[in-house]
T-cell receptor, first 114, second 110 residues
Framework: DTAVSQTPKYLVTQMGNDKSIKCEQN?????MYWYKQDSKKFLKIMFS???????INETVPNRFSPKSPDKAHLNLHINSLELGDSAVYFC?????????????FGPGTRLTVT | SQQGEEDPQALSIQEGENATMNCSYK?????LQWYRQNSGRGLVHLIL?????REKHSGRLRVTLDTSKKSSSLLITASRAADTASYFC??????????FGQGTTLQVKP
């Protein structure tokens, strides 16, 4: 069974559209994350949720809105997509907060905005 | 910026050789973690070393941490073609945030 899964794997869309990426983990972890990896492989944290509560919210445009319906799911909705949003988005989970735990990453969603 | 720096950015070696990657960071950390990313895939956790530890081993991997120099190194011994990947260090803070370096791209030639 896949520990952290994301859908879709690829997403190609036009500027101005709204899209969502879904993430699920079956590890029983309390904390989930969204990261953005740009074309230079630079990986930056966007959001973190612990037990459905937002705990890390980096400087991200408010066009990006995470939603955690339960602690096993963390979805990312993006409004009014822009060319600069093209990147690979990774979901991850860890046992708890505090930076003391390893993170488990999903396979990534490659978003291309045209 | 808390972002760490990795060195070298790219490394090409022959199978059987050892590979060493270095990571430097700027502020006090909770722990430091190393991850591997194969092309087109997600990151896989390799080793976590806590701020009060100096060295850790896992199979062919050896990680050292020098908190006085704010640096860490990852040594892969007897490399294999399958070790070809990007390797990232990530510094962890009490806030739960992981800050990733820009990675070292390792190519192991058969």
């Amino acid at each position: 069974d896949t520990a952290v899964s994301q859908t879709p794997k690829y997403l190609v869309t036009q500027m101005g559209n709204d899209k969502s990426i879904k993430c699920e983990q079956n590890l029983g972890h309390d904390t989930m994350y969204w990261y953005k990896q740009d074309s230079k492989k630079f990986l930056k944290i966007m959001f973190s949720y612990n037990n459905k509560e937002l705990i890390i919210n980096e400087t991200v445009p408010n066009r990006f809105s995470p939603k955690s319906p339960d602690k096993a799911h963390l979805n990312l909705h993006i409004n009014s997509l822009e060319l600069g949003d093209s990147a690979v988005y990774f979901c991850a989970s860890s046992q708890d907060v505090g930076g003391s735990y390893e993170q488990y990453f999903g396979p990534g969603t490659r978003l291309t905005v045209t | 910026s808390q972002q760490g720096e990795e060195d070298p950015q790219a490394l090409s070696i022959q199978e059987g050789e050892n590979a060493t990657m270095n990571c430097s960071y700027k502020t006090s950390i909770n722990n430091l973690q190393w991850y591997r990313q194969n092309s087109g895939r997600g990151l896989v956790h390799l080793i976590l070393i806590r701020s009060n530890e100096r060295e850790k081993h896992s199979g062919r991997l050896r990680v050292t941490l020098d908190t006085s120099k704010k640096s860490s190194s990852l040594l892969i011994t007897a490399s294999r073609a399958a070790d070809t990947a990007s390797y990232f260090c990530a510094t962890a803070y009490h806030t739960g945030k992981l800050i990733f370096g820009q990675g070292t791209t390792l190519q192991v030639k058969p």
